[in-house]
């Protein structure tokens, strides 16, 4: 199989960062995450990463791996409820939390969703919806499916305005009340 060149924006080639955080992460004895599919996506993919590197990967993994234990406690509580990875990029979190029952949604930018079906095939529980976070022309699609409902987002919300995220949590908040979502932050330097 021939490798995947990346046509992404420029914001959107970020999640490259994190992939290869966690494909160098299953490469260790003893790895935090595992995630051997990341090892996969970095080994398909006709990209650099040699420019990636230092403290910050080891950060993405520990990240990775705090989000990965709110949303299985969250599915240990809610077997049959849905999560929503906001801005997905080419996160593997369906495959190292899958437990059979749950629905989920990646939702991304088109050219980002494009090349995650590359590697990702929808089913009967996931499927990938071109979305922005700023926008909510996806919440009815999400909205059919089964709650409770957790949202999740991943490195996402850091690159918008503070304006901008207050509108993307109320708008979140409106809809889907009583919901959960999990999101990093970042302060100013």
Request: aromatic content about 10%; charged content about 25%; cysteine-free.
């Amino acid at each position: 199989m021939s490798k995947v060149a990346p046509e992404l924006g420029e914001i959107q080639e970020t999640l490259l960062i994190p992939l290869y955080a966690r494909a160098r992460d299953a490469a260790l004895r003893h790895p935090v995450l595992g995630d051997k599919r990341a090892r996969e996506l970095v080994d398909g993919l006709d990209y650099d990463f040699t420019r990636f590197g230092g403290p910050s990967l080891s950060g993405s993994v520990l990240r990775s791996a705090i989000l990965d234990g709110w949303v299985r406690r969250f599915l240990s509580r809610h077997p049959r409820a849905t999560v929503v990875e906001l801005g997905t990029g080419l996160n593997t979190r369906f495959e190292r939390l899958d437990n059979g029952t749950v629905r989920w949604f990646d939702v991304d930018l088109p050219d980002t969703i494009a090349l995650r079906r590359r590697f990702f095939a929808d089913s009967e529980r996931r499927t990938m919806l071109v979305g922005s976070v700023l926008e909510t022309d996806w919440f009815d699609t999400v909205a059919a499916a089964e709650g409770p409902y957790m949202f999740v987002s991943e490195a996402v919300l850091v690159y918008l305005a503070e304006e901008q995220v207050r509108t993307v949590l109320s708008q979140l908040a409106q809809r889907f009340a009583g919901s959960l979502i999990a999101f990093d932050t970042a302060g100013e330097i």
